[in-house]
């Protein structure tokens, strides 16, 4: 079945850097879109990255461009969010998806940017 791990949370400064990373499994991987969203607490799932399966048309909320970078990795199924310049405002719960015919999503991992 589908799996989607994701990897990477923690602790961060105000203007550090974090990596999340996605491991996919039970899939064909390389055919499907794939994106990040988050949740802050008491609030819905948002979209903050979109990669598709082919291509270079990524997609990126507003408040993360120019910050964030998603990229796949098909050989080695994964995908990944390089989080530069963070802020306090990113602090969230950071999830896998995975589009296929349904969506499929990871459990998350705890992201906190605080001194």
């Known amino acids: 079945q589908v799996q989607l791990v994701e990897s990477g949370g923690g602790l961060a400064q105000p203007g550090g850097s974090l990596r999340l990373s996605c491991a996919a499994s039970?899939?064909?991987?390389?055919?499907?879109?794939m994106s990040w969203y988050r949740q802050f607490p008491g609030q819905e799932r948002e979209l903050v990255a979109r990669?598709?399966?082919?291509?270079?048309?990524?997609y990126y909320e507003d408040s993360v461009k120019g910050r964030f970078t998603i990229s796949r990795d098909n050989d080695k199924n994964t995908v990944n969010l390089r989080m530069d310049t963070l802020h306090a405002e990113d602090t969230a719960v950071y999830y896998c998806?995975?589009?296929?015919?349904?969506?499929?999503w990871g459990r998350g991992t705890q992201v906190t940017v605080s001194s």
């Open positions: 990669i598709p399966a082919f291509g270079d048309n990524t």
């Open positions: 998806v995975a589009h296929l015919k349904n969506d499929y």
């Open positions: 039970g899939f064909t991987f390389s055919r499907y879109a």
